[in-house]
């Protein structure tokens, strides 16, 4: 898996492992729009280089700039990792340090992510009832399906839009012009 290095020191992996069983969180990450979710591991504290050390010993994830929470608090400093697969790796690599608690809802939300994943990719049609096969299914270069006839409704619905900006823009430049003749 890209960032995972060949030789990971295991002393290290353990380290990392106490620190997100004591610091850290598994949830979901929701797409309300697209009514998804996907794994979200987080880990949040005030020393900020032992965050930077957790996020370089897994090369993974992303560190967050220091969040100020106000007055008398120390800043914030945050890191996150919301691919499924990365975090279905370092669950992995995790597993042996992490508490009864913390490996029943990594379980939980992987098992929720996979069932996810398989009913997306039976649909046989779209949320609008076309249907996604033939000339109509579209597979992205992710490798999610998707229905043409959505998509191109979607982008005439924004060429439209936004042909309507410009032409409303134009309108405003000459009525400018035209008071400044008069």
């Given at each position: 898996?890209?960032?995972?290095?060949?030789?990971?020191?295991?002393?290290?992996?353990?380290?990392?492992?106490?620190?997100?069983?004591?610091?850290?969180?598994?949830?979901?990450?929701?797409?309300?729009?697209?009514?998804?979710?996907?794994?979200?591991?987080?880990?949040?504290?005030?020393?900020?280089?032992?965050?930077?050390?957790?996020?370089?010993?897994?090369?993974?994830?992303?560190?967050?700039?220091p969040?100020?929470?106000g007055?008398?608090?120390?800043?914030?400093?945050?890191?996150?990792?919301?691919?499924?697969?990365?975090?279905?790796?370092?669950?992995?690599?995790?597993?042996?340090?992490?508490?009864v608690?913390?490996?029943?809802?990594?379980?939980?939300?992987?098992?929720?992510?996979?069932?996810?994943?398989?009913?997306?990719?039976?649909?046989?049609?779209?949320?609008?009832?076309?249907?996604?096969?033939?000339?109509?299914?579209?597979?992205?270069?992710?490798?999610?399906?998707?229905?043409?006839?959505?998509?191109?409704?979607?982008?005439?619905?924004?060429?439209?839009?936004?042909?309507?900006?410009?032409?409303?823009?134009?309108?405003?430049?000459?009525?400018?012009?035209?008071?400044?003749?008069?």
């Amino acid at each position: 898996m890209a960032g995972l290095s060949d030789h990971l020191d295991p002393r290290e992996i353990a380290w990392a492992a106490g620190l997100f069983e004591g610091e850290g969180s598994i949830g979901a990450s929701r797409n309300r729009k697209k009514k998804t979710q996907t794994p979200l591991l987080q880990l949040s504290m005030t020393d900020g280089d032992t965050v930077q050390r957790f996020a370089s010993i897994l090369g993974l994830g992303r560190t967050y700039r220091p969040y100020d929470r106000g007055l008398n608090c120390k800043p914030s400093y945050t890191w996150r990792l919301t691919s499924f697969e990365k975090a279905q790796a370092v669950i992995a690599m995790f597993w042996p340090w992490l508490g009864v608690r913390r490996k029943k809802r990594a379980l939980e939300i992987l098992a929720e992510g996979r069932a996810q994943r398989v009913k997306q990719a039976f649909r046989q049609h779209c949320p609008k009832g076309h249907p996604l096969s033939g000339n109509n299914l579209y597979i992205s270069c992710r490798g999610t399906r998707n229905c043409k006839v959505c998509i191109s409704e979607r982008q005439r619905l924004y060429r439209t839009s936004h042909r309507e900006k410009l032409n409303g823009m134009q309108q405003a430049r000459r009525a400018k012009r035209r008071k400044e003749i008069i």
